[in-house]
């Protein structure tokens, strides 16, 4: 414990939680490899959003707008730094953090699902894929590791001694 957690125990105690909240079993390089699919993906929707308001259609106007909507969700929440000039963009990036990996997945994937249904051409499907996909990343990290090949072996061997002795149970009961 350090001077300062001494001197605040509760603050120390509150901020534990968070960090485990945050950590999530997701590994240094998987956490960076959604916030830079999540930058790069910000920049295909606001390119591809800046194009698709390029038109007279009102659809593909409204899907351009909220794809450079999602542009900006998406810097602000996975690289602030890139919106430092806006007074609410770290308070807003520490709650992004919180989150847990689900329901950023489930945020992501909806807000580039939206532009699609309003108008479904290349532009809005080629734009959204990379902000797709990093709510995939994030889906992905929420289903958790993967077993290892001992353990599954181990399970299964116990699973199939459990069905073993019913059937030795039942047969010596009808015999």
């Given at each position: ?56 259609n009102p659809l593909n ?15 602000l929440c996975e690289a ?96």
């Amino acid at each position: 414990m350090s001077s300062q957690d001494e001197q605040f125990p509760a603050a120390a105690a509150a901020a534990a939680p968070e960090a485990a909240a945050a950590d999530e079993g997701m590994t240094w390089w998987y956490r960076w490899l959604c916030r830079i699919a999540g930058v790069i993906g910000g920049m295909s929707c606001a390119f591809a959003g800046l194009w698709n308001c390029v038109t007279i259609n009102p659809l593909n106007i409204a899907a351009g707008v909220w794809m450079m909507l999602n542009a900006f969700v998406l810097f602000l929440c996975e690289a602030p730094f890139c919106c430092q000039f806006i007074e609410f963009a770290n308070a807003v990036a520490a709650r992004a953090d919180r989150l847990r990996a689900w329901q950023k997945a489930a945020f992501y994937c909806g807000m580039a699902v939206f532009p699609v249904m309003l108008s479904l051409t290349l532009t809005t499907l080629l734009g959204n894929a990379i902000a797709f996909a990093t709510g995939v990343l994030y889906g992905l990290s929420a289903l958790g590791k993967k077993g290892d090949a001992i353990s599954y072996a181990r399970i299964h061997q116990q699973q199939k001694q459990m069905d073993e002795e019913k059937l030795t149970g039942s047969l010596e009961g009808q015999a």
